[in-house]
């Protein structure tokens, strides 16, 4: 038998829930058009907009959008450039609009090789909303999980999570305070991890949090992706079985 319809987690953290979103299918968009990539970027950035409205009222506590992965400095330059200029003069409208919502936003990803100005207004986005607590609008640009998870081993180690009597990790102490410092440095648990454009794969996306994600795939291209579409992957989501490798009854014990 089914087991009823939970978002709970085993630890039995906080009611609502963390979407993440890969915002794939913007260039088929615009092809399929006959209009320049940079259009379906346009598009897909109108999108959004519509995406962060709809959020809240689905019970979305955190969404994670991913803007510009790590891999994608190998497009044409033209292209990067392009979308990091869009980020900037959206990013600035977004946060406008995200204060006057309650909305905080923050991005992850590396800073070290963003252009100036792109690095001016995320930094702005954030002040402006930073003690915003409505719900947490976080949006990942020059990202990439394994260089994250990288940097939070590197830092947790560093902390003196393990040391030199437990060089294989076999001490259960050093483990576990190696584990609360990866925490600290990596996102909150991702529960509906959203793909649109018909792949099905998470592309180096937010992989340390995705452990226990629910994966929700459509062919949709991202700007045809809108709150009605949100709502029908959240409602998916909660029809699933969601069980974090225990038993059905067992789920929320502890
Ligand atoms: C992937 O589509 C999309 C991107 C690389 C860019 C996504 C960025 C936005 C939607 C703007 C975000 C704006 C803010 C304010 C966060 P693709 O180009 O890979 O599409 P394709 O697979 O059809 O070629």
Redesign the pocket.
């Known amino acids: 038998m089914q087991s009823p319809p939970s978002t709970a987690r085993p630890d039995g953290e906080r009611p609502g829930f963390h979407v993440a979103i890969l ?7 615009a092809t399929a058009r006959g209009l320049p ?1 940079p259009a ?2 346009q598009a ?2 109108d999108a ?1 907009r519509h995406i962060v409205e709809a959020a809240p009222d689905l019970g979305i506590r955190t969404l994670t ?1 991913y ?2 992965s790590s891999d ?1 400095w190998h497009r044409p330059k033209r292209e990067v450039m392009g ?1 990091l200029r ?2 900037r003069t ?2 600035r409208a ?1 946060a406008a609009d995200c204060l006057q919502r309650n909305v905080r936003i923050s991005v992850i990803g590396r800073r070290d090789r963003l252009p100036r100005h792109v690095l001016a207004a995320i930094e702005d986005a954030e002040r402006l909303t930073r003690d915003c607590d409505g719900w947490h609008f976080r ?1 990942a640009v020059d990202y990439s999980a394994r260089h994250a998870i990288a940097q939070a081993a590197l830092r947790a180690a560093h902390q003196g999570g393990l040391h030199e009597a437990s060089p294989t990790g076999e001490d259960p102490a050093a483990l576990a305070l190696f584990a609360a410092g990866m925490r600290s440095d990596l996102g909150p648990d991702v529960d509906l991890v959203i793909r649109t ?1 018909g792949e099905q794969r998470l592309s180096d996306f937010l992989l340390w949090e995705c452990s226990y994600a629910e994966l929700y795939f459509t062919p949709t291209l ?1 700007p045809d992706f809108d709150g009605a579409a949100l709502a029908d992957a959240v409602a998916e989501f909660r029809r699933r079985d969601r069980r974090f490798g225990r038993v059905p009854a067992l789920v929320g014990a502890r």
């Open positions: 915002m794939d299918g913007n260039g088929r968009w990539r379906g970027h897909g950035a959004l959008v803007a510009l994608n979308i869009m980020l959206r990013l977004q949006i454009g991202w």
